[in-house]
């Protein structure tokens, strides 16, 4: 059968058509009180009564090409009833064992990082003229993704698809409800018959690389300009009509949904309308149940408008929905619903009454004299009045638009007074209290993995000392927020001791201070607020404070042979003139262990030389990426030189017999400074791409061993010179020490996720295989079950496409994240610090030893720079203003962990957090080894050690339960960190005794 599917489209190719006499495709839609069971079988009668769209042209040819239909023809079959849309899809297929199903699907997750280069279908929905465009798609195994142009990649609507793969190809059966269609707030519901729709459907074809689409287009998907049309039928020409649908205001209290119906018909209709609310998000959800009801008689060829009054009371999220029915007819024949959230009034009034406790206790321990107290005691006492007038009068009237309103405005204020008191106030408060009167400032502190925003209160702990733990070989790090207490501004000097322990000295060498920097960001479409964003880290040991807080982050490190012990010294903030204005204790707990000196962890972020040289407008010499190893490496971010720096210091020479050979000591330095910052393994590809690598040896500059000449050489086998390349080069690292047979990989492809792409994996690992047998075959985006089993040596799939059980102990993975989404841990600018933290968490969870990022140092694109080099070159380097990547989206400062400095790389808070990660993951690592040591050892284990060590080493569910649902909370990480010290502390121990007892 696929043959002749085949057939039949070669033979329509015979038709001559251009693009100016093709018209935007056009299809009517019937509809039906009926619907499907989604199994992507299709075989329910209706499907033979629906509409059949199929002739799908193949797209991005352009205006002069001449327009061809697909070779692999695609059929979709629609209908509509009065919840949703159906569309049934049969993807015809002559190399059905070739089709790309990429991403696996899983039912309940609606947001994929889909493979984009794989087999695909796209739909392209506008429901009308003013409204957004909505873009659905979908693969052979069920995975889903979607987004709406007024709410970019954030909007998930709750549409459903369920495919199959035949021998003919591959089916879809798409349920896409008119209710979902709709952005919080918004009505929307079954489309009356008449209406007409903006659609396309699209078909990415992977084993023939066409691109089809079913409303022809010149260019590819997407093209708003070339969708054609829907056009709903409904059952007769004279079915009633809903001409509008205002829900009412959508706020608590008493409420009221104008219909208006049209009845085209000569007969009167007798209709009944029903109105339903439910919280489906409420915990535990409730019910759908009705809050109105009303018939009417509609005499024919008239309009009636219909007012249906609701009340809602409670708080949180509501769906309302809104159907009509015929008495004839058993279903509705027309549905909608919109969701809307209500304020939760009696949750901010219990948050009101414990921030008015706590914020009238401080004041009235404001000391008489103190500057601002006056006004703060009015201000307060008129809030606190109007806080009291909003408690009576929710006592008598409850929830009601009128009290939220009040609660809303006192919110708001409230948040303006709490502002002043976490920074003025409570700092005052806690200064004359801890009988430091002469200080200017107090000191709160906060984990590293919490972002404290510039116009927000600030929660940080206040404090009059600075406790930190930590092993040996590990750097840890706080955040101390200085929050002035005078308006008049000072220079601070930052400073600390030596910290001492017993005849043990930490040195003060080993604790560094940064200022935290802010980026300003668009507002984006995944909830995003607009504003400055902490992350940039600016090195800095003097300050100017002035009437806002200012946000220093504390790192202190330990050397691998640091004795342990409690270390204590003083954390001191002093004037020019050397007048002391803050000080506090600083102790830190060094662990009787430490880190790995080599980490077992792998770490492949990529590092691009472009982004250098257009901002520093030099190549990367030996002495810069010196420096930026320097600075990655304390934050375990290690880098090795990619291919642009690789191929400028090799030196090709060209002997007498006419052998080519390599040079690799120009090199030297690069790896050098790499393996000395903590780089633990060597791509010997040194790029993502190994194809690339080999053209880079397809046309050479090499050199005359005998007279030192430049010469071009077109070579006859890059291939084969590339596989010199690798075996030499392998060698070369070997020779020198610094990478074992056991650390030497070759990344041979990006995201392989189509079948050419598959077919160049294949070949490229069988060139490896060749020249080097023992290095490790990787490259990101690969995973069990994809086809490439056997010739990759190191899976690294996306967290998306990582499937557990696919994987035996022995498997080598890594991890691998390109424009993550929520709800897995995402890296980007606008998410929580922790989750950066949290991803090592998951890697251990799931015994996963690497991780690929597509980069460190994303610092825009080519365009970004064209436009930087019109600016200062002041501009370039990190600012608040400076130009954020991806902003505005939800992958703001995606990549993006260093910064552009005056003097080379800046940190961001982010890597701090990475670090964190990577030393937490190595803290598990270690608890593991002790734990093997002590079964080889037949050592006797008391119960208790081995049960709490074995549940850590699990993770706790209340930390990591999966890959999407992880712990927010810093403390819990804190914690659980704390116990696997202690843990291994106590095998250490266990094993030293044992040791010396034989």
Not at 573 to 599: A, H, I, N
Request: aromatic letters at 12%; proline letters at 7%.
């Amino acid at each position: 059968m696929g043959r002749i599917w085949m057939l039949l489209g070669l033979a329509v190719l015979a038709v001559t058509v251009s693009a100016e006499t093709i018209k935007p495709a056009r299809a009517f839609i019937p509809f039906f009180a009926e619907t499907v069971l989604l199994d992507g079988q299709m075989a329910e009668a209706v499907w033979q009564k629906a509409a059949r769209l199929e002739g799908f042209w193949l797209v991005g040819r352009g205006k002069a090409e001449k327009p061809t239909l697909a070779t692999q023809p695609t059929l979709v079959q629609v209908f509509y009833n009065a919840e949703a849309i159906f569309l049934g899809i049969s993807a015809r297929e002559a190399a059905v064992e070739k089709i790309n199903r990429s991403t696996p699907g899983e039912e309940g997750y609606g947001d994929a990082p889909l493979e984009w280069s794989g087999d695909l279908i796209e739909i392209f929905v506008k429901p009308g003229e003013k409204a957004p465009v909505y873009h659905l798609a979908f693969n052979p195994n069920g995975a889903r993704w979607d987004s709406s142009s007024a709410s970019s990649v954030s909007w998930s609507g709750n549409w459903q698809v369920a495919t199959r793969v035949t021998e003919e190809g591959w089916q879809a059966e798409v349920c896409l409800p008119f209710a979902c269609l709709a952005e919080r707030g918004n009505f929307a519901g079954t489309a009356n018959p008449g209406e007409c729709w903006k659609v396309n459907i699209c078909r990415a074809e992977r084993p023939f690389s066409e691109f089809s689409t079913w409303s022809y287009s010149p260019t590819l998907f997407g093209n708003e300009s070339a969708f054609g049309s829907f056009l709903f039928q409904g059952r007769t020409a004279t079915d009633p009509r809903i001409r509008l649908v205002d829900p009412g205001s959508l706020l608590a209290g008493k409420n009221e949904l104008t219909l208006e119906l049209d009845n085209p018909s000569g007969n009167s209709l007798e209709l009944e309308v029903v109105l339903r609310l439910s919280q489906p998000a409420a915990r535990p959800a409730v019910e759908e149940k009705d809050v109105a009801r009303e018939k009417l008689v509609l005499r024919g060829q008239s309009q009636a408008r219909l007012k249906l009054p609701y009340i809602i009371q409670q708080a949180g999220f509501h769906r309302l929905s809104c159907s009509v029915y015929l008495p004839s007819v058993p279903v509705a024949i027309f549905t909608g619903a919109v969701g809307f959230e209500i304020y939760p009034l009696p949750d901010r009034v219990r948050e009101f009454k414990e921030i008015q406790q706590e914020i009238s206790r401080c004041l009235q321990q404001v000391k008489p004299g103190t500057a601002g107290r006056a006004q703060w005691q009015k201000t307060w006492a008129g809030l606190k009045a109007e806080l009291e007038k909003l408690y009576a009068e929710v006592g008598k009237t409850g929830v009601n638009q009128s009290t939220i309103a009040e609660a809303m405005a006192l919110e708001k204020n409230l948040f303006s007074f709490r502002k002043i008191y976490t920074r003025r106030i409570r700092p005052s408060v806690w200064l004359q209290k801890s009988q430091r009167p002469g200080a200017v400032f107090a000191v709160a502190e906060e984990y590293s993995g919490v972002k404290i925003f510039q116009d927000e209160p600030v929660a940080a702990r206040l404090t009059e000392n600075v406790k930190i733990s930590l092993a040996g070989g590990e750097s840890e790090s706080r955040q101390l927020v200085l929050l002035p207490v005078i308006d008049t501004p000072v220079q601070v000097l930052v400073k600390t001791s030596d910290l001492v322990s017993g005849q043990q000295i930490l040195p003060a060498s080993q604790i560094s201070f940064h200022r935290v920097g802010y980026l300003r960001i668009k507002e984006a479409p995944v909830g995003t607020r607009g504003g400055y964003w902490p992350d940039p880290l600016f090195p800095v040991n003097s300050l100017d404070l002035k009437d806002e807080p200012e946000v220093i982050l504390l790192t202190v490190h330990a050397e691998r042979n640091q004795p342990a012990g409690t270390y204590r010294g003083s954390l001191s903030f002093d004037t020019p003139e050397g007048k002391p204005v803050q000080k506090l204790d600083l102790v830190v707990e060094v662990f009787p262990f430490s880190l790995p000196e080599r980490s077992p962890f792998r770490m492949d972020f990529w590092f691009s030389e472009h982004h250098i040289a257009a901002i520093y407008r030099q190549p990367l010499t030996p002495e810069f990426f010196r420096s930026c190893m320097e600075v990655m490496g304390q934050y375990r971010l290690a880098a090795y030189p990619q291919l642009p720096t690789v191929m400028r210091n090799v030196v090709i020479y060209l002997e007498n017999d006419g052998e080519l050979t390599f040079d690799f000591r120009g090199l030297e330095p690069y790896l050098k400074a790499a393996t000395e910052h903590g780089l633990n393994f060597i791509n010997i590809s040194f790029t993502n791409h190994y194809q690339s690598l080999v053209h880079q040896f397809e046309k050479i500059t090499a050199v005359r061993r005998d007279n030192g000449e430049k010469v071009t050489i077109l070579v006859t086998s890059p291939e084969q010179l590339t596989r010199k390349f690798l075996k030499e080069v392998t060698e070369y690292v070997l020779e020198r020490g610094w990478f074992t047979r056991e650390e030497i990989y070759c990344d041979v492809i990006d995201e392989p996720w189509n079948e050419p792409a598959r077919q160049a994996l294949k070949k490229a690992a069988a060139a490896v295989r060749e020249a080097v047998p023992f290095a490790r075959i990787y490259g990101a985006g690969t995973y069990k079950g994809m086809g490439v089993d056997g010739f990759i040596d190191t899976w690294v799939p996306q967290l998306r496409q990582f499937q557990p059980e696919n994987y035996q102990p022995g498997d080598e993975v890594w991890l691998y994240q390109c424009l993550y989404k929520v709800p897995f841990p995402t890296f980007t600018l606008n998410r929580p610090g922790l989750e950066v933290r949290t991803q090592f968490w998951i890697n251990w969870k799931y015994r996963i030893t690497g991780f690929l990022y597509w980069s460190s140092i994303y610092w825009g694109t080519s365009r970004d720079y064209s436009q930087l080099n019109q600016r200062p070159v002041r501009d370039f380097f990190v600012h608040p203003e400076w130009p954020v990547p991806f902003d505005g989206t939800d992958y703001v400062g995606d990549a993006l962990f260093f910064y552009p400095g005056p003097q080379g790389l800046l940190p961001g808070l982010r890597a701090v957090n990475i670090r964190d990660g990577v030393e937490d993951w190595e803290y598990l690592y270690l608890l593991g080894k002790l734990m093997e040591e002590a079964k080889k050892a037949g050592v006797a284990v008391p119960e208790e050690l081995m049960k709490e060590s074995q549940s850590l080493l699990k993770v706790p569910e209340e930390a990591v339960a999966s890959p999407r649902k992880f712990t927010d909370s810093p403390e819990m990480i804190e914690k659980t960190r704390e116990k696997v010290a202690k843990l291994i502390i106590r095998w250490g121990k266990l094993l030293s005794t044992t040791r010396r007892g034989r």
